[in-house]
């Protein structure tokens, strides 16, 4: 299979995260198969670490991809950090404000023209002290709804062991085992065609993201939290929701 082109930008990008790739763990990047050759896909990753960005990059250029990322907007502003977002063509992301509705409207065109889409639905770092993923923000079921394409659930472990931004500890050595993991495309045929409200966005995400969390507890070999967590501290039984 040939490699998609990405152009200058992302072969800059890919000459600083293969280095970082390699000091920052051992890489296992499994279900690559999942990641369609020629049309576009919807990822959708749990986030642990400010580690995951570049790891799942890494996962998706192995497969010959080039990896567009829905990011927060004030990493447009950091100096040539802005400019290679730009130039790789990622995707700003401006939250709680009236151009957020561009983000996604910019996702879903870009999925259309067949790229692959990066979404952490969590919208940060989880703040879980297990580490499992938060209630998630609903704009992926957005964007998974508005498209015809795999809806593929990722998840990282082991990169917070590396760099936990909340303990504010960074620790490459020892080497630690880290892996990077796709599973099967999430069924959203049921939906497909139904009107599109609050309630349907809601059980989309907690659809997709309780794939997300059940793929993490395959990895870490045990089982997931019933609920997801918030940030207000509440699973959702005490939330009501």
């Known amino acids: 299979m040939a490699r998609e082109k990405g152009g200058f930008w992302v072969g800059l990008a890919a000459a600083v995260f293969y280095p970082v790739g390699w000091l920052t763990g051992r890489r296992r990047y499994e279900g690559r198969e999942h990641l369609p050759a020629d049309r576009g896909a919807l990822v959708v990753g749990n986030h642990i670490s400010y580690l995951d960005p570049i790891h799942t990059s890494l996962w998706v250029h192995t497969a010959r991809r080039v990896p ?6 004030s990493l447009w502003k950091v100096p040539l950090l802005g400019r290679i977002l730009i130039g790789s063509g990622q995707i700003p992301v401006f939250r709680d404000t009236a151009d957020a509705q561009q983000s996604l409207a910019a996702g879903i065109q870009a999925l259309a023209d067949g790229k692959i889409v990066i979404i952490y639905p969590e919208g940060t770092i989880t703040r879980d002290p297990a580490g499992w993923p938060m209630h998630a923000r609903t704009g992926v079921a957005r964007m998974a709804l508005a498209s015809d394409v795999p809806v593929l659930p990722l998840v990282h472990w082991g990169t917070r062991e590396v760099y936990d931004h909340y303990g504010k500890r960074f620790r ?24 599109v409200d609050t309630a349907v966005l809601r059980e989309v995400t907690d659809l997709i993201m309780g794939s997300v969390r059940d793929l993490l507890a395959e990895v870490r070999g045990e089982p997931a939290p019933e609920d997801f967590f918030r940030r207000d501290g509440r699973d959702e039984r005490e939330a009501g929701r």
């Open 68 to 73: 567009r990322f829905l990011a927060k907007n």
């Open 172 to 195: 490459p050595f020892p080497r630690t085992d880290m892996v990077v993991r796709a599973g099967d495309p999430v069924d959203l045929s049921a939906y497909r065609g139904r009107p």
